[in-house]
């Protein structure tokens, strides 16, 4: 009798345990889409134009940071633009960027002295 109990017993906490092993999951679910929802709305998009002016982010400081260092090169002219985001550029006397960048790196120049 006390086997078949305890057996019972057992099978009810193992119940129990998969029921808050599903409420956490789906707990983890609700709050994964606020964070989407959250970082969505806060996104900000950047459209740029052929002959737009910007500046180009230095890479070298995603591993080293520089804290008193312009982390920005430019400015640069749009020379070309593709369908998957990578960007031409062209110096401003006229001279290649070596190689396409892709947009996400960019920001718009809004004037002031030279870089």
């Known amino acids: 009798m006390m086997v078949h109990e305890a057996l019972e017993e057992r099978l009810t906490q193992l119940d129990e345990l998969e029921e808050e092993r599903f409420f956490a999951g789906f707990h983890q679910q609700v709050q994964k889409q606020h964070k989407k929802a959250w970082h969505d709305r806060?996104?900000?998009?950047?459209?740029?134009?052929?002959?737009?002016?910007?500046?180009?982010?230095?890479?070298k400081f995603?591993?080293?940071?520089?804290k008193f260092r312009?982390?920005?090169l430019g400015p640069y002219v749009i020379?070309?633009?593709?369908?998957?985001g990578a960007v031409q550029l062209v110096k401003l006397n006229g001279e290649?960027?070596?190689r396409k960048v892709n947009g996400s790196r960019l920001k718009p120049y809004n004037g002031g002295p030279a870089m």
Request: aromatic share 14%; no cysteine.
């Open 42 to 59: 806060h996104i900000k998009l950047l459209s740029f134009k052929v002959n737009d002016l910007v500046l180009l982010y230095d890479s």
């Open 79 to 84: 020379k070309e633009i593709t369908d998957g």
């Open 70 to 72: 312009m982390h920005w």
């Open 96 to 98: 290649p960027f070596p």
């Open 62 to 66: 995603d591993k080293f940071l520089g």
